[in-house]
């Protein structure tokens, strides 16, 4: 027990998700980035995903995006207001693992941040469907945010 105490202290952020999500026995949720087609906020694509493509609950997404489950019934009410129908699914080899999103980046940031390991500006532009130039304002916004994080330490 106390070896398995000292594995976890060791794990960063990202390993440890991964390490309980193994220990449930679920696999990472993928976040299609074909949805981003639709002409909705980050937010709003992904809440509206996982309740209609997963039928996840309001509170099980508020808990798996950090948001509260109030905010993410209003999320999903102002998305189907803006875009009754349902959103295109395509599999991608760039879909978005849904532990990407935590508190101190927005959707998008996260998002963007995710796929910029990767891609370049251009190409994460053309998959999200923004401009390039929305995309660097959002990556260095997004780098800003997690340097400031990590001088906190």
């Given at each position: ?10 794990l960063?952020k990202e390993?440890?998700i ?20 639709a002409?909705l906020?980050?937010l709003?694509l992904?809440v509206k995903?996982?309740k ?8 099980k997404?508020?808990l798996?995006i950090?948001?509260?489950p109030?905010?993410?019934w209003i999320?999903y ?10 959103l ?11 532990d990407i999103f935590d508190?101190?980046l927005?959707?998008l ?9 990767t ?11 923004r401009?390039p130039k929305t ?5 260095n916004?997004?780098?800003k945010?997690?340097n400031?994080e990590?001088?906190?330490?």
């Amino acid at each position: 027990m106390d070896s398995m105490k000292s594995y976890i202290r060791t794990l960063d952020k990202e390993k440890l998700i991964d390490f309980f999500m193994s220990q449930l026995g679920e696999q990472t949720v993928k976040i299609p980035v074909s949805i981003f087609e639709a002409k909705l906020s980050s937010l709003e694509l992904i809440v509206k995903y996982l309740k209609e493509e997963r039928e996840w609950s309001n509170k099980k997404i508020a808990l798996t995006i950090l948001r509260t489950p109030q905010n993410v019934w209003i999320t999903y009410r102002n998305a189907c207001r803006k875009h009754p129908g349902k959103l295109k699914i395509k599999t991608s080899q760039y879909d978005l693992p849904i532990d990407i999103f935590d508190n101190k980046l927005s959707m998008l940031e996260g998002v963007v941040m995710h796929l910029r390991k990767t891609l370049s500006n251009e190409q994460t532009a053309k998959l999200l469907h923004r401009s390039p130039k929305t995309i660097t304002t959002v990556y260095n916004r997004g780098r800003k945010k997690d340097n400031f994080e990590s001088n906190k330490d």
